[in-house]
């Protein structure tokens, strides 16, 4: 009677587990399309509010932000004791003024959405990732908004003054004048600024290229002695001839190479964990 029984409950068909719910399965690829476009749209929104806070501040944006390091009293060379001198301006083309206008008004609109427009980006991809990958994200999206922040603050503060008053007192002979033509001058803070933005990414590049395991630590100690020439070559370049304002600028650069590189050191660590265990790779 129990083995009929027994055999009766392992003939019984056994439930079968529900598959996982995929938080993305319910929508189709023009579903995705259109969440992206309005995304998309949502972010372009964010840096259009910021176009409009800078419209309404233009006066102090442009006076006090963007012509500031052309004063020689700006903080900056206060702070750091250097002899500065103000910067000559000149208008050479008729609308020069009206595009060197809206353009500040732009670049400054897209630093104040582009904390918005990251964040919109994430939550397009939130919903097909687990809750523990959604907080490792978040925590990634702050990361990259912080980097991106403090290198555009990096990039004014530090280089944008010191390679201001270079160029300015550099002459290469006396007969030649320094007048800078409006639009050069916000063309090359412009990018002076955004390029800081991206460079400082490079914590978060050497996490991505390390995860995916393309990146070692090794490596980058390997360039590490050209990485270091690099750094005070640009510094050099950038700065006035005097070791001080040279080390302003190469030393922020040399800790971020180095930070990368711990960075590099922990992301691959926890990778061959993850693939060989406790244990680690063998030998």
Known sequence: MADTQARQIMERELPK?????????????????????????KG??????????AFIFSDYIIDVILLGPAYADFFVYRFVGIEAVDVVFQNRRLPGQFFTYWGTLLLSGLIIGSPLMIYQLWKFIEPA???????????????????????????????????????MQFQMSEVVRNDIDINAYFSIVSMWVLACGIIFQLPMISYTLSRIGILTPELMRKYRKIAIIFCFIL?????????????????PLLLLYQFSIYISKIVNRKREKEIWGEKGAPE
């Open 235 to 251: 510094a050099a370049f950038i700065t006035p001839p005097d070791p001080i304002s040279q080390l302003i600028i190469a030393i």
């Open 17 to 41: 587990a529900a598959p996982p719910k995929i938080n993305t399965d319910e929508m189709s690829f023009l579903d995705h399309l259109e969440e992206l476009r309005w995304r998309i749209i």
């Open 44 to 53: 372009l929104m964010a840096i259009l509010g910021g176009v409009v806070v």
């Open 129 to 167: 990732l687990e809750t523990s990958e959604k907080k490792k994200t978040r925590f990634t999206v702050f990361i990259i908004i912080f980097l991106f922040l403090a290198g555009v603050s990096f990039g004014y503060l530090v280089l944008t003054p010191f390679a201001v008053q270079y160029f």
